[in-house]
């Protein structure tokens, strides 16, 4: 087995602005394994607020021992192994599984998928995503959506309202709301969860800070849309912790360190009764195919990394009627 990596500046189309930060471009690491004349291919998207970088990344990956992956692979025991080598660093953990999920994919000679049991006729839509922008600019967006049939939008600021209100006079499409731990009185966003409601929003992420359980499971108890955690959320043990204080979770490849760790969460969330929504950062096609191979088995998607950069490396892949469409390639399906 051979590992090896490349950094790359991954550039957003817009500055992308979200409650607490501000940024335009995203450090990705391309990960490449290979085995028996099959190449399998993994990416890393590090965006600055969850701490990894290319330097903990390059660290990480020199500590990694590739022979280490044998095949048939034991993703439990390769996971293990990862979070042996050092604790957190999911995104670069994530990349290497993504890899390693591409080349098993490609050496059984199957889809991903497949392999994981999603059905593709059960893909959720995937939401497009503005950030909190000038009313000009967010009508601007709102005009680039690519066929995408719910729009993302990022609160959590004073002006949430007027936001929403800009939103619905250019698009009657229902709404994901984000508001990125950002809402602090419990009143106020018990009664911003209600227009919402009047306004067709479907969901609203991460209401609260992460840290407040008793603000978010009181909004929970009383909303009439879905609460789900997204910061809050990050790898396996968090999902049985957003019992009760959360009507769903939002999965991200990069929080839980890839593939098999985010199906692992999707099985628990499921037997706890737990909603699903799974997610993405700034990512390429790579990991956008890694966590469609996923989605059928959640009840939402937001993975429009690929309509929200301007550089991707990789083709864009199918897109019909607001979804991802599996094909049936082995591997995630990446084209070159
Ligand atoms: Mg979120």
């Given at each position: 087995?051979?590992l090896?990596?490349?950094?790359?500046?991954?550039?957003l189309k817009?500055?992308?602005?979200?409650?607490?930060f501000?940024?335009?471009?995203?450090?990705?690491?391309?990960?490449k394994?290979?085995?028996?004349?099959?190449?399998?291919?993994?990416?890393?998207s590090?965006?600055?607020?969850?701490?990894?970088?290319?330097?903990?990344?390059?660290?990480?990956?020199?500590?990694?021992?590739?022979?280490?992956?044998q095949?048939p692979f034991?993703?439990?025991?390769?996971?293990?192994?990862?979070?042996?080598?050092?604790?957190?660093n999911?995104?670069i953990?994530?990349?290497?599984?993504?890899?390693?999920?591409?080349?098993?994919?490609?050496?059984?000679?199957?889809?991903?998928?497949?392999?994981?049991?999603?059905?593709?006729?059960?893909?959720?839509e995937?939401?497009?995503?503005?950030?909190?922008?000038?009313?000009?600019?967010?009508?601007?967006?709102?005009?680039?959506?690519?066929d995408?049939?719910?729009?993302?939008?990022k609160?959590?600021?004073?002006?949430?309202?007027?936001?929403i209100?800009?939103?619905r006079?250019?698009?009657?499409?229902?709404?994901?709301?984000d508001?990125?731990?950002?809402?602090?009185d419990?009143?106020?966003?018990l009664?911003?969860?209600?227009?919402l409601?009047?306004?067709?929003?479907?969901?609203?992420?991460?209401?609260?800070?992460?840290?407040?359980?008793?603000?978010?499971?009181?909004?929970?108890?009383?909303?009439?849309?879905?609460?789900?955690?997204?910061?809050?959320?990050?790898?396996?043990?968090?999902?049985?912790?957003?019992?009760?204080?959360?009507?769903?979770?939002?999965?991200?490849?990069?929080?839980?360190a890839?593939?098999?760790?985010?199906?692992?969460?999707?099985l628990k969330?499921?037997?706890?009764?737990?909603?699903?929504?799974?997610g993405?950062?700034?990512?390429?096609s790579?990991?956008?195919?890694?966590?469609?191979?996923?989605?059928?088995?959640?009840?939402?998607?937001?993975?429009?990394?690929?309509?929200?950069?301007?550089?991707?490396?990789?083709?864009m892949?199918?897109?019909?009627?607001?979804?991802?469409?599996?094909?049936?390639?082995?591997?995630?399906?990446?084209?070159?």
């Amino acid at each position: 087995m051979i590992l090896t990596y490349q950094p790359f500046e991954l550039l957003l189309k817009h500055t992308f602005t979200i409650a607490k930060f501000s940024r335009t471009s995203t450090p990705v690491m391309l990960i490449k394994v290979e085995h028996e004349g099959q190449t399998g291919f993994g990416e890393a998207s590090m965006v600055p607020y969850m701490g990894e970088s290319f330097q903990t990344a390059t660290d990480f990956l020199a500590k990694v021992d590739a022979r280490q992956f044998q095949y048939p692979f034991d993703f439990e025991a390769i996971i293990s192994y990862l979070d042996s080598i050092a604790p957190g660093n999911p995104a670069i953990k994530a990349g290497i599984d993504i890899a390693l999920h591409d080349l098993d994919g490609k050496l059984q000679q199957k889809p991903c998928w497949q392999i994981l049991g999603s059905d593709p006729a059960k893909m959720p839509e995937t939401s497009f995503t503005i950030g909190i922008d000038t009313a000009e600019v967010i009508i601007q967006k709102v005009k680039e959506n690519p066929d995408c049939k719910i729009i993302k939008v990022k609160l959590g600021r004073d002006s949430d309202r007027e936001l929403i209100k800009t939103i619905r006079s250019v698009t009657n499409l229902p709404l994901f709301v984000d508001a990125n731990q950002g809402w602090t009185d419990l009143q106020q966003s018990l009664d911003i969860c209600h227009w919402l409601h009047e306004q067709g929003v479907l969901l609203i992420e991460q209401p609260m800070l992460k840290t407040d359980i008793d603000s978010n499971a009181w909004l929970t108890e009383r909303s009439p849309i879905p609460i789900i955690g997204d910061e809050a959320v990050q790898r396996l043990p968090d999902v049985a912790r957003a019992k009760g204080v959360y009507h769903g979770i939002n999965i991200k490849l990069m929080k839980s360190a890839g593939m098999y760790g985010a199906h692992q969460m999707i099985l628990k969330a499921k037997e706890l009764g737990l909603k699903l929504m799974i997610g993405c950062m700034s990512e390429t096609s790579c990991a956008t195919l890694a966590a469609a191979a996923l989605a059928p088995q959640c009840d939402w998607a937001d993975l429009d990394g690929p309509f929200l950069t301007s550089n991707n490396p990789y083709k864009m892949p199918e897109f019909r009627d607001g979804k991802w469409v599996l094909g049936n390639e082995a591997g995630l399906g990446i084209r070159h």
